[in-house]
């Protein structure tokens, strides 16, 4: 039985949202003596800081516990998709409202400059939040409707799931997160490539697009074993073996490694332009995208359809 494409997009997302969970409580944990010198109740704010850590940790779990359900096809995973929704839609719901109309006071507001900034963050937090809502209204409506809900109801149904080879699920979920990655890209414009040309700005924009739209549709085909999944990810990853292979053997490929280097501000990260540093990065690229291929390669006649 073929997963419906709603259930893999809710497999993503919920991969997606624990890994934001995860770098969450990670960059908490880093920033925690500053949270402590800035705050007028120290000890307060280091119990607050660490139980945030583990609301994050816990979260992060449970969505890759409800992910397993939903590939699994368990209707425990449906139930618990449906309660995690109520929370995420609650909670941003809540706390937006709360931001809106209960400002901090004065003695609680932090440091001189924290208002300010707190201003210039409070637009993108309300849209992290309307994101996040909107999310979780969705997977409300999809995973109440009855066709949606008779998929997880019988037992049968699940045993009938086929295991995948675990090699093509990885390289499905890695293509997917990739995918997932496409707004960070936008935002901050990282260059991209194509063979040997180097795109930036609104090149490298368009071209990251394309590419996360094909990594998309590929890991999705891959997870739900469609011939079309299979063509499109052996396509971009056909596409990446070659652009890594030309873009260090073709003339001026120090020079284009600087010039990314330098567009993105990366001067600590200047070695590997010279020296057996420069092939460093080529032999990883040059795995990673040769290790895939072979792994579809050997499993071609799978795709059929």
Known sequence: MKRPAGVIVSM????LGAVLCLLSAASILSALDYLQEASVHPLLMRA???LAVGVLGLAALWQVTTLAGLW???SWGRFSL??????IVAFPLLSMLSMLWSPLPEEISGPPGHNQ???STTPWIITFYLVSIGIGVWWLLYFTRPKVRAMFTTAAQAVQVAPRPLSIVLIAWAMVLTAALWPFAVYWQWPSFFLWVVLTGWGGVVANTAWCALSAYGGVGLLRWTRR????SM????IATATVILFWIMPGAQARTLMILNTKGFPEMMMFTTGAWFWLPFLIALLGVVIPVGYLYAYR?????
Do not use: H, I, N, Q
Request: glycine share 12%; charged share 10%; net charge positive.
């Open 12 to 15: 993503a997302l919920l991969a």
């Open 48 to 50: 607050a800081a660490l």
């Open 72 to 74: 699994l096809m368990k």
């Open 82 to 87: 449906l309660v995690f929704s109520g929370l």
């Open 117 to 119: 900034m707190a201003l």
């Open 229 to 232: 999944g299979y063509l499109a």
């Open 235 to 238: 396509w971009l990853f056909g």
């Open 301 to 305: 006649s799978e795709f059929k359809g």
